[in-house]
């Protein structure tokens, strides 16, 4: 099991950009495929990005382009980095961590972060 803790979120004006960290602990990160999942109000949640332990990205279509995700092994940390925020990324970000990039990609991975909020509004 891995904790997971989440910094970074905040209110932006649209167009802005932000970048989320997820800090985790324990020393076998580097085996993990890392998600970022989001949750709007009234919204079910949804992956927004994921990075397995080799590297590979995947991106939801509404934020590609905008999103990009990286990992530090070294740190033991992820990262979001999100550019040209829209009012509709607005929503509860949510690091989650698992071995199978598969259990990632269906929203149940074994272990998740606390949340951080990102608003973006005028």
């Known amino acids: 099991q891995v904790q997971l803790v989440e910094s970074g979120g905040g209110l932006v004006q649209p167009g802005g950009s932000l970048r989320l960290s997820c800090a985790a602990s324990g020393n076998i990160f580097s085996m993990y495929t890392m998600g970022w999942s989001r949750q709007a109000p009234g919204k079910q949640r949804e992956l927004v990005a994921a990075?397995?332990?080799?590297?590979?990205?995947n991106y939801a279509d509404s934020v590609k382009g905008r999103f990009t995700i990286s990992r530090d092994n070294a740190k033991n940390t992820v990262y979001l980095q999100m550019n040209s925020l829209k009012p509709e990324d607005r929503a509860v970000y949510y690091c989650n961590a698992d071995l199978l990039l598969r259990t990632v990609r269906a929203g149940n991975s074994r272990n998740w972060g606390q949340g951080t909020q990102v608003t973006v509004s005028s």
């Open positions: 990075i397995t332990s080799g590297g590979s990205t």
